[in-house]
């Protein structure tokens, strides 16, 4: 069992929990023997809901935690003061190496702040980068920065196309995947004071495939792998991608209701829409890593159902058996 | 003949001029009588396009200009250089005061800049925003700035809204427009240095209804009537706009096509569809208005038809008639 990839759970994290949490481990370990999961939070509650479904009791451990951080709390008090929350005590699993990796559908600040300050950073990572996954027209694309910390440094964005280009290569097994600057034109010169003089890092950077600035309006057709920005910056693409398809698709609904032809079209072409949408979700790709850490932590939405917590699981055994932080190790060292 | 709205457009900017262009004028003219049009460009092209249109005569000049400005040229170069361009001739135009507008489908540098150097600033307007009205769930709102100068001041935002503001209220009848400013979460401590300085600004200026902090997400949904925020973050809002639903348009066409099923649905609710896409499209709101300048200046869509000039053209009627830079002077004034 020396092999297995340990993944601590946060059981109480999000709107569904504890039910999707603990469905989407029982699902993640039925569908891979190499992971165990640790879900942590309230074990009685847990114990509860484990009741429900047939798993091999090798692959899963409860841990005790009382306590539980709301998404309202402010994280770095939160994570100081809650010694005994499930958010804690699965970060220290993590710190002390008794689990590979954090899974979290809980308070992004706190998920953030833990990060840092229990886990701790790689040495030479100057700021860790939250990193989701995006949907594009032909796949999937990952942007970095979306954290909490603004106002990143030229280095910093040369740090997060290096350990981007790794996890896209390594975990999503994009070959040689293509780097992009996100910019307000594709011209060299575009762009404000960060993004002039990050430019010519990437394109001297040999770790990396530097495509050039792309433009926000090129991100959904899929003009990179690897998209680099600040958190600011990232944040608003992520965020309008999001407000953008849920928008359309309502807006598209309702036009199907609005008369009796449409209702009926609208019945036929169901199947084939739900197809198409689904591909187009961000909620279908599993959380969002947070990179450069002494281990992997995982964010995943607050809505997460028990799929995206089984394809966030699932995902850290790519990451474990590919070795992801000795990379990040090498090419950070390789850079000081 | 005195009270009318005189408006200069570049009949050989975008991709589809002189054709659209000079359709679009030709409705503006036969749409209403208060308005006059001087396509600026080369006469013998103009007149042979006219040809095609029947129109009042009186509402319709040509004004001869040899040269053009291509999309790719350096702008602050062109504008100095090319003296006999369309674009430069009708800045003149709106300079010497016998044009009150300018619309333009042409290069987005030179339009900024020559806005700026030949057509100049209000005195006490620091930057003139370029100012898209973008869809939302509900109606528009006017997005500021979304121009080529990047990492503006708070001082500036102050200003992007109170301008913002005025034309949302006098052009497009929003009564007491809500403003909103773009950031990465709705409390007010969130964000970069420029939103945080930003934000008390906003809150104790009397003169704007400011409803706080505005999430990307929340755009697409109407959030707020104006959306203030600097030139970088704005340029991703728009561009994510456009990128996102140009690409879920299209996976929802693939998707109607993928069966013989969905085939015919997609047949039955093409004509409700069309009309739902058509009011969540960029192209359906007229042009951009640079603010803050002597005279109005509208930037439309390279890829602009006869449809969105004859919307920008009759939006400078608004302009005209409520005083708009009257107001924006007051305003200003009031604030030194």
């Given at each position: 069992m020396e092999n297995m990839v340990n993944v601590a759970v946060d059981a109480m994290g999000g709107d569904n929990a504890p039910f999707e949490i603990v469905k989407g481990a029982v699902e993640a370990v039925n569908e891979d023997k190499r992971v165990r999961v640790f879900l942590v939070g309230r074990e009685p509650v847990i114990r509860e809901e484990l009741k429900k479904y047939t798993y091999n009791e090798e692959q899963m451990e409860v841990v005790h935690a009382e306590e539980m951080i709301e998404t309202g709390e402010p994280p770095v008090?939160?994570?100081?003061?809650?010694?005994?929350?499930?958010?804690?005590?699965?970060?220290?699993?993590?710190?002390?190496?008794?689990?590979?990796?954090?899974?979290?559908?809980?308070?992004?600040?706190?998920?953030?702040?833990?990060g840092q300050v229990i886990v701790g950073r790689i040495k030479g990572v100057e700021r860790p980068p939250l990193a989701p996954i995006i949907p594009n027209a032909g796949g999937v694309s990952l942007l970095l920065d979306c954290g909490a910390n603004v106002d990143a440094r030229p280095s910093q964005l040369l740090q997060f196309a290096k350990m981007g280009s790794i996890y896209m290569e390594s975990v999503l097994g994009v070959k040689n995947p293509r780097v992009g600057l996100v910019n307000?034109?594709?011209?060299?010169?575009?762009?404000?004071?960060?993004?002039?003089?990050?430019?010519?890092?990437?394109?001297?950077?040999?770790e990396i495939n530097f495509v050039g600035n792309v433009e926000a309006r090129d991100i959904p057709a899929g003009a990179a792998d690897v998209l680099v920005c600040e958190a600011f910056?990232?944040?608003?693409?992520?965020?309008?991608?999001?407000?953008?398809?849920?928008?359309l698709v309502k807006k598209i609904r309702d036009g199907m209701m609005s008369s009796l032809r449409s209702k009926i079209g609208g019945f036929l072409v169901k199947p084939a829409l739900k197809?198409?949408?689904?591909?187009?979700?961000?909620?279908?790709y599993g959380g969002a890593p947070l990179l450069g850490l002494n281990g992997l932590v995982v964010k995943t939405h607050g809505s997460s159902n028990a799929i995206e917590i089984r394809h966030?699981?699932?995902?850290?055994?790519a990451f474990k058996e590919q070795n992801i932080n000795e990379k990040i190790k090498e090419q950070i060292v390789l850079e000081d």
């Open positions: 008090m939160a994570i100081r003061k809650k010694k005994d929350s499930s958010i804690v005590k699965a970060m220290y699993l993590v710190k002390e190496g008794q689990c590979d990796a954090f899974v979290s559908a809980g308070s992004t600040g706190a998920v953030l702040v833990g307000i034109g594709v011209e060299e010169e575009k762009g404000n004071a960060l993004t002039k003089e990050t430019y010519p890092l990437l394109l001297n950077c040999p910056a990232g944040n608003i693409v992520l965020k309008m991608l999001e407000g953008v398809s849920s928008v197809q198409t949408l689904k591909a187009f979700s961000t909620e279908e966030s699981i699932l995902q850290c055994i």
